[in-house]
């Protein structure tokens, strides 16, 4: 059943059959939020801008209003990670490959085209990437980077090499926040796009269609009833890209005229019949994609396309027509309006009254992403420091592992669409979860309930001990029930399921409170092994049975 239906439905004796999506009454628009700020609304916003909502960031926002915790998620001040270092066991032995890379040192400014090596680099780059998700700041920027990654579509290994791999991530990670048509113009002429859309194989007597494709249909207009673009476009299109190739001496993007269409390329009436002059010499390249983009981008279409793919992302998966009108064409207008910047836009969409209708709230299932990630960073999992390169990258690699395990490669969709939950109708987020996924979901959050995962004896586990001491009242089970909900579900268990956790759970079924409050006062009092089993042992099947709910699955 849709959430949103069973919310919006009456109290009736039958239910009514599941309506179509039009019918979800969701009216809500772009207006500034003006309703309460309190611990529900912060963890909605956080659950959908990073990974995960740990206590202390929901703390940390309780001191600012909706509009400036917006401003700073968007606005993010630390430094930008180190790039990923050389953890993988090669030769370095001089005139070997990859010899001249000491171990731990960064590799992504090595040039190397042995296969095993990039390979091997490929690897690298997905454990750091998972490492930067868990050490994230308190900012979007994570989670805005993986929008960008999967929208642009790209598969590492199928392109195969680890540095192309970085230098695409980076430059998706410079220009996340700022001018959408810029990004696009920088990521037409990467090494690893002009690679994996055989734009580099694109000459005068032959140009290639990829890329040109796959610009307008994924990457700018998409597939909508509004976007009206031609095969002759995508055509001429192609034309206007020829000539662009990869120097695999320098790992860069050049231009050669002579292999560059220089016709004029005339569009449809989609685009006003506009005719891009054609050019010669070595700016021909750069003046033909600029006019190209400022074609594409003065449709009315690139604006809500993007804004579709936002929402979907960071809201809800359908967009019913309501939503359309009161949502998506506005914030398209913005976008339009603000040259597309992406900040912009995505300031007035978390502000809005629509991102915190309660109809949005608890009914995104969580990627794989979320799933692990925000898990690890909620429940306050303990790393080795960042200087222990060895021990983090194999933890990093287990993490990872468990994402693909349940659905989700960093940087290697099944193909350029990207990820089918953010576009495959009519299921979109539901993919995530399956008969195999959802058993593996449990396995995962169960190991790091009990045992954790453990690298050169050092281990890394949900300590449940610490994490309930943060609690206002821990040494009170009902009050202890409810601050772990509030954190790690979206939504309200009834009083009676509560009780019932409690007491077959958290008093090992014992009547009364104070089974759980003197065992947690005799811990705070004397922190012994033996006191810390007591407690542990008891948190211990509470939060795996918490974990293991349905309603886990939801932000």
């Known amino acids: 059943m849709d959430r949103r239906d069973f919310l919006t439905r009456g109290k009736k004796d039958k239910a009514p059959a599941p309506q179509p999506i039009a019918t979800r009454h969701i009216t809500s628009g772009i207006n500034p939020y003006a309703g309460p700020w309190t611990e529900n609304e912060i963890v909605h916003l956080l659950k959908r801008t990073m990974f995960g909502a740990k206590k202390a960031d929901v703390d940390y926002f309780k001191t600012r209003s909706v509009s400036q915790a917006v401003d700073e998620l968007l606005n993010p001040t630390a430094p930008q990670p180190a790039p990923p270092v050389k953890e993988y066991v090669t030769s370095t032995q001089p005139g070997t490959p990859d010899g001249n890379i000491a171990q731990g040192t960064t590799w992504v400014n090595d040039i190397n085209n042995d ?90 007597s032959a140009p290639d269609e990829n890329y040109g494709r796959e610009l307008m249909e994924l990457f700018t207009l998409g597939k909508g009833p509004g976007s009206q673009y031609t095969e002759n476009d995508v055509k ?68 809500k396309f993007i804004c579709r793919k936002f929402y979907r992302y960071f809201v809800y998966y359908t967009i019913d027509s309501a939503t359309e009108t009161n949502v998506i064409e506005p914030l398209a207008a913005i976008f339009r309006n603000s040259n597309y910047n992406i900040r912009t836009v995505l300031t007035a969409l978390f502000k809005s009254e629509h991102f915190f209708d309660v109809l949005n709230q608890n009914c995104y299932i969580k990627s794989p992403a979320d799933h692990i990630i925000g898990s690890l960073r909620e429940m306050n999992a303990t790393f080795p420091p960042l200087t222990d390169w060895d021990t983090n990258y194999g933890m990093w690699n287990f993490f990872y592992a468990n994402m693909v395990n349940t659905g989700q490669t ?37 190991i790091m309930v009990n045992s954790g995962y453990t690298r050169n004896g050092q281990r890394v586990i949900f300590n449940l001990v610490p994490y309930v001491q943060q609690f206002s009242n821990p040494g009170n089970p009902n009050d202890l029930i409810d601050d772990a909900l509030k954190f790690i579900f979206r939504n309200q268990l009834s009083y009676e399921t509560k009780k019932t956790i409690k007491t077959q759970i958290l008093l090992s079924n014992q009547l009364y409170d104070y089974y759980w409050t003197n065992a947690w006062m005799a811990y705070i009092a004397s922190p012994t092994t033996a006191n810390f089993n007591i407690v542990n042992n008891r948190l211990k099947p509470l939060f795996q049975y918490f974990f293991n709910l349905s309603e886990y699955q939801l932000s």
């Open 115 to 204: 296969g095993t090596v990039q390979s091997q680099r490929v690897a690298s780059y997905k454990k750091w990437w998972t490492g930067v998700l868990i050490n994230q700041d308190r900012s979007i920027r994570e989670k805005l980077n993986m929008f960008w990654i999967n929208h642009f579509g790209n598969e590492s290994q199928d392109v195969g090499y680890g540095n192309w791999a970085y230098k695409q991530h980076d430059l998706i990670r410079q220009n996340a926040l700022g001018n959408f048509k810029q990004m696009v113009d920088a990521i037409t002429k990467d090494i690893s796009m002009l690679r994996y859309l055989n734009g580099y194989l694109s000459v005068a």
């Open 236 to 303: 001429e299109a192609a034309k206007a890209l020829t000539g662009w190739q990869i120097n695999g001496t320098t790992y860069t993007s050049v231009f050669t005229s002579s292999r560059h269409s220089a016709v004029n390329k005339t569009f449809s009436a989609f685009f006003n019949n506009t005719v891009i002059t054609g050019r010669t010499g070595a700016t021909a390249g750069q003046l033909e994609l600029t006019d190209l983009l400022n074609m594409i981008f003065a449709t009315q279409e690139t604006a």
């Open 410 to 446: 960093l940087h290697d969709p099944p193909n350029v669409s990207g990820l089918p939950a953010y576009y495959q109708e009519p299921l979109y987020h539901e993919i995530w979860i399956n008969s195999d996924s959802l058993p593996k979901r449990n396995q995962f959050t169960d």
